[in-house]
């Protein structure tokens, strides 16, 4: 079946430490990809995204990621975080085939310890 | 300020009641969503709307239903057929159906007592 997986359900650090997330997709074909962010409290909102051209993309907060076609990964990382980083992470995905739907990971729940 | 509006905030119900939740924006954009969200499942599609009187089932939709009626509206209906109706609601908007990017509500959670 057509997924997003993201094999890290709960992530802790301590502040300074670098981070990666991992996101795999299941859909063949060309993607839209995003990382979405919410913040304890806070709407969902976008951290970053990838339509086309160069595969690092990076975003808010010093975040990136890498999108790597051949592996239908998209990866986030963040060289070294911060406790403001505490926050739950979705990965989600766009096939051109399906217009409009977006399907979103089951998340990541990353806690950084101060 | 231009945004997306879900209410009830709360809402509680009985077992064998449908309850309608709210989701307005006034962002002028085309695509609506309806997610539910559910600890350690992340968010599932459970209706979308590209257009106006049109709407395409998302992963879980039985037991919902929506309606769009005028481009700023997406209402979900959750029935008395939904098994487990208990959950997080977040409605969200796209400026460009095909764009992925998403602005998202404040949620509506529904508890069934």
């Known amino acids: 079946a057509q997924s997003v997986s993201q094999h890290n359900h709960h992530v802790i650090l301590s502040e300074a430490a670098s981070l990666e997330l991992g996101c795999n997709y299941s859909?063949?074909?060309?993607?839209?990809l995003f990382w979405y962010v919410q913040y304890p409290g806070q709407h969902l909102q976008l951290l970053l995204k990838?339509?086309?051209?160069?595969?690092l993309v990076k975003g808010i907060k010093g975040f990136e990621a890498e999108f790597i076609k051949s592996k239908f990964s998209f990866n986030l990382r963040k060289p070294s975080v911060q406790w403001s980083d505490t926050a739950e992470y979705f990965c989600?995905?766009?096939?051109?085939?399906?217009?409009?739907?977006?399907?979103f990971g089951s998340g990541t729940r990353l806690s950084i310890r101060p | 300020d231009g945004g997306i509006t879900q209410s009830p905030k709360y809402l509680f119900r009985k077992e064998g009641q449908n309850v309608t939740l709210s989701c307005e924006q006034n962002?002028?954009?085309?695509?609506m969503y309806w997610y539910r969200q559910d600890p350690g499942q992340g968010l599932r599609l459970i209706y979308y709307?590209?257009?106006?009187?049109?709407?395409q089932k998302g992963d879980i939709a039985e037991g919902y239903s929506v309606s769009r009626e005028k481009k700023e509206s997406f209402p979900l209906t959750v029935t008395s057929a939904q098994k487990n109706p208990t959950a997080f609601y977040l409605c969200?908007?796209?400026?460009?159906?095909?764009?992925?990017?998403?602005?998202f509500g404040e949620g509506s959670r529904l508890t069934v007592l």
């Open positions: 990838y339509f086309s051209g160069d595969p």
């Open positions: 859909y063949g074909g060309t993607v839209n």
């Open positions: 969200a908007s796209s400026m460009i159906p095909s764009s992925g990017e998403l602005f």
């Open positions: 962002l002028n954009h085309d695509a």
């Open positions: 709307s590209q257009i106006v009187n049109d709407f």
């Open positions: 989600a995905v766009n096939p051109y085939s399906s217009a409009s739907k977006i399907i």
